[in-house]
């Protein structure tokens, strides 16, 4: 079976610009939560979608948002790009709660915005 | 609320000798704990977790970790490092209280065992 599944795997964007962020989550997994990780830090929650709905929100700007498909992929859109938004991005998937089945995470996407 | 302090930003040790990497954390219920480990350029591995029950748990590649409620830590433990353990590694809780699937990650610890 193939993991989970992020796209693409490194950018280059400039300050203002617009990105979407992909990622696939494992074949059944239902639930998709997206993480940001600035270089030298630990992973921050940005968002987790569980059947398409939103089941939550980290501390981050209107800036950020995310959907999740039908089919349980995941996009993550982030506007007005900054120069702090440079980080890796990880897709995180779970057939349901994280503390009973865990997380299975993607490669990521890194993202550098000059 | 919930919190994880890693205190170590890196732990050097020498192949074969005890592995000890810090965590401590902050909840308003009662915790779920997790370790991950990151290799360069890839995405976390999981290692093992608490839910409940026993305090000492028992994870992949050899690793365990203790949980301590009184110390509010959950320490990972490797008897004997290995080169190949070099790696970062994060600590992260889940309050049992809070909705949703939102783990709180610590900063990581950098682990480099030497040959």
């Known amino acids: 079976d193939a993991g989970v599944t992020q796209s693409p795997t490194h950018l280059i964007k400039t300050r203002g610009q617009h990105v979407t962020l992909r990622c696939s989550p494992i074949s059944g997994h239902k639930s998709v939560s997206w993480y940001q990780q600035v270089l030298g830090q630990g992973p921050q929650f940005i968002f987790q979608?569980?059947?398409?709905?939103?089941?939550g929100r980290g501390n981050f700007p209107d800036r950020f948002s995310a959907r999740q498909f039908p089919n349980y992929s995941s996009e993550l859109n982030v506007n007005a790009l900054l120069l702090g938004d440079s980080a890796l991005y990880l897709c995180?998937?779970?057939?349901?709660?994280?503390?009973?089945?865990?997380?299975?995470f993607g490669s990521g996407t890194r993202l550098t915005v000059v | 609320a919930q919190s994880v302090a890693q205190p170590e930003d890196q732990v050097n040790v020498a192949e074969g000798n005890p592995l000890t990497v810090k965590c401590t954390y902050s909840v308003s219920g009662n915790p779920y704990l997790f370790w991950y480990v990151q290799y360069p350029n890839r995405g976390l591995q999981f290692l093992l977790k608490y839910i409940t029950g026993d305090n000492l748990v028992k994870g992949s590649y050899g690793f365990e970790a203790e949980f301590n409620k009184s110390q509010t830590s959950f320490h990972l433990k490797k008897p004997s490092a290995l080169v190949s353990d070099s790696a970062l590694y994060f600590c992260?809780?889940?309050?049992?209280?809070?909705?949703?699937?939102?783990?709180?990650f610590g900063g990581g610890t950098r682990v480099l065992v030497k040959p």
């Open positions: 979608y569980y059947e398409k709905e939103e089941r």
């Open positions: 995180a998937s779970s057939y349901d709660r994280v503390v009973d089945y865990g997380y299975t």
């Open positions: 992260a809780v889940r309050d049992d209280k809070a909705a949703g699937n939102k783990l709180t």
